[in-house]
């Protein structure tokens, strides 16, 4: 399972990767992952989940939608800093919900 993988990637120690980076290797996007360097702990673009961002971007145009709503109904929003602060939410959940939404879109193509 690919949720799997990528929450390993990320809890990993010492961490190599961050929220963003780690939903893109455990998809084997290893060509995303410098890229990604810079959109982990509320640096995406608007403030969303890292792990969110990278699980849109590796859906593509016409997944993108489908797992951001998955992923607000999910965890209750998208921005990293009110997912932390307001909601408390783990970033080893954000990752997770981003790449189990990703793997059910990927499988229901």
């Given at each position: 399972m690919q949720m799997n993988k990528?929450?390993?990637?990320?809890?990993?120690?010492?961490?190599?990767?961050?929220?963003?980076?780690?939903?893109?290797?455990g998809f084997d996007r290893d060509d995303l992952v410098p890229e990604l360097l810079s959109a982990g702990g509320g640096n995406a673009p608007g403030n969303r989940c890292?792990?969110?961002?990278?699980?849109m971007l590796i859906a593509?145009?016409?997944?993108?939608?489908?797992?951001?709503?998955?992923f607000n109904?999910?965890?209750?929003?998208?921005?990293c800093?009110?997912?932390?602060?307001?909601?408390?939410v783990p970033c080893t959940r954000c990752v997770g919900c981003a790449a189990e939404?990703?793997?059910k879109y990927q499988n229901g193509k």
């Open positions: 990528c929450v390993e990637i990320f809890s990993e120690v010492p961490r190599r990767c961050n929220c963003a980076q780690a939903v893109a290797a890292g792990a969110l961002h990278a699980a593509g145009e016409n997944g993108a939608e489908v797992i951001r709503r998955g109904a999910e965890l209750g929003g998208e921005s800093s009110m997912l932390k602060k307001e909601l408390h939404l990703l793997e």
